[in-house]
């Protein structure tokens, strides 16, 4: 959540500079050496991992570090997903009656964290729910080349067609969707 909050504040921001004729993104190594100071060290090593070999002697560019964050945000939102979906057989009273009150502990890592960050990048596809759109396994709706390459109203009919949340592609409505 706190890379998807990041993401969407830079995003923000970045935009707003563009609108002023001043785009910071291309070609700018002091933004992408403040993002690096940014992301715990984990999240550095599995950039290096992301990118090219002969690209790893430089610093990598601003638009690849943002597509890296949005790919790695992606993958923990996937498995987030798949671990909240519970079966009512099998669940335990305790998971749904937990206290209100009680919060997760957080996590000691850098401003921008993960908690999925040791499993590479792929393993949240390789088994899984399929597209509700193409009922393909082994990629979600945002990675469904099909929907892909349908304009923006045709992707948006097939969001409220699916009954789908227009802000995160979840089930839930858009008024109790938590990415927003």
């Known amino acids: ?5 990041f993401l969407n504040l830079f995003h923000e921001h970045t935009q707003s500079l563009k609108a002023l004729n001043n785009d910071i993104t291309s070609n700018n190594p002091l933004l992408s050496a403040l993002l690096l100071h940014k992301i715990d060290n ?23 570090i943002i ?7 992606s993958h ?27 919060d997760k502990p957080k996590s000691s890592l850098k401003n921008v964290s993960l908690s999925a960050a040791s499993s590479p990048p792929s393993s949240a596809y390789k088994q899984g729910p399929s597209c509700f759109y193409c009922h393909q396994s082994g990629h979600k709706i945002y990675g469904c080349p099909s929907f892909g390459k ?20 979840g089930t839930q409505r858009l008024s109790e969707c938590q990415s927003k």
Do not use: W
């Open 76 to 102: 923990i939102e996937d498995s987030s997903l798949h671990d909240n979906i519970v079966d009512p057989k099998n669940a335990s009273s305790s998971y749904f009656g937990s206290k209100p009150g009680v």
């Open 42 to 64: 984990r999240m550095v090593t599995r950039l290096e991992q992301f990118r090219k070999k002969e690209e790893l002697h430089t610093l990598p560019s601003v638009e690849q």
């Open 1 to 5: 959540k706190n890379i998807r909050t």
């Open 150 to 169: 349908k304009t923006p109203q045709e992707r948006h009919g097939i969001i409220k067609q699916h009954n789908r949340c227009s802000s995160c592609l």
């Open 67 to 73: 597509e890296f964050l949005n790919l790695e945000c």
